[in-house]
């Protein structure tokens, strides 16, 4: 079954928006294979946004996750990482789609709600970042 990995930004936990994004993804019939609220260590930050270690925005980025808790999950369904990617939107809320989570809930590109894995191949890894396998719940074994 394909994965993928979601985080609401700490920005988006103090808006209250876990409840909204939760709905939509439900909504659209995938399924929730892991959830925790968790303020993520400075580690686990790097890890997850290795790729941006030398870009200019990083110290920053780094601050605002870990400015609070993050709601971490894991949600499966056909083609989950494409679908959750068309869902939330561009990375600069500014131009993302309305509709998109991050075109109705956001403006700046420092502050833009929510993360979810860019492929298959990244939602593996930041899945194995952030969770441990008996974290996954494995619905053809408790259907
Ligand atoms: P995300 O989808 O989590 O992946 C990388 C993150 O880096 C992105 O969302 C933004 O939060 C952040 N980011 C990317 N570009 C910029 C930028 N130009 N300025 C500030 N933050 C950025």
Aim: proline share 6%; with cysteine; net charge negative.
């Amino acid at each position: 079954m394909d994965r993928t990995f979601v985080m609401v930004k700490p920005d988006g936990v103090q808006r209250g928006l876990i409840g909204e994004i939760v709905s939509r993804f439900e909504a659209k019939g995938l399924k929730l294979a892991a959830a925790k609220l968790e303020s993520l260590p400075e580690e686990r930050v790097v890890e997850q946004y290795r790729e941006h270690l030398e870009k200019p925005f990083f110290p920053g980025l780094k601050a605002y996750i870990m400015s609070g808790p993050c709601f971490l999950m894991v949600w499966e369904g056909k083609g989950a990482a494409a679908v959750v990617r068309t869902m939330i939107g561009a990375t600069n809320p500014a131009e993302a789609a309305p509709g998109s989570i991050r075109g109705d809930f956001g403006l700046d590109i420092g502050r833009n709600v929510i993360h979810a894995s860019d492929s298959p191949a990244s939602a593996v890894r930041e899945i194995g970042i952030h969770f441990a396998p008996a974290e996954l719940i494995e619905y053809s074994k408790v259907d």
